[in-house]
């Protein structure tokens, strides 16, 4: 029901946009979150929104260079990721939940893409 793409090979401080479509679910009424996992760590919150954009969370290790934002039009979710390090390297997974909250816990989303693989070289 979510699809991640977008991902792919750049050098460090390259900018990459992220993608999140939907099939049968409505993203303007669900909060919305971007998780990442790199090899042999595990899957940490990345940025996220409410339903109404008005709660924005991002983690530290990315403020102030990624960006998440939605196209209710297109049914879409953006990440935007500027001045990328080689630290920023992992599969990035979309995720969906179910009652607009802006969460950084894992567990309190519903939906998950399949991830999209962002990979910095230095």
């Known amino acids: 029901q979510l699809q991640a793409s977008g991902g792919g090979l750049v050098q460090a401080g390259d900018s990459l946009r992220l993608a999140c479509a939907a099939s049968g679910l409505t993203l303007s009424t669900y909060g919305m979150g971007w998780f990442r996992q790199a090899p042999g760590k595990e899957r940490e919150f990345v940025a996220g929104?409410?339903?109404?954009?008005?709660?924005?969370q991002y983690a530290d290790s990315v403020k102030g260079r990624f960006a998440i934002s939605r196209s209710s039009a297109n049914n879409r979710v953006f990440l935007e990721m500027n001045s990328l390090k080689p630290e920023d390297t992992a599969v990035y997974f979309c995720?969906?939940?179910?009652?607009?909250?802006?969460?950084?816990?894992?567990?309190?989303?519903?939906?998950w893409g399949q991830g999209t693989l962002v990979t910095v070289s230095s």
């Open positions: 995720a969906a939940e179910r009652f607009g909250m802006a969460t950084m816990t894992i567990d309190d989303y519903h939906y």
């Open positions: 929104f409410s339903w109404n954009g008005v709660i924005i």
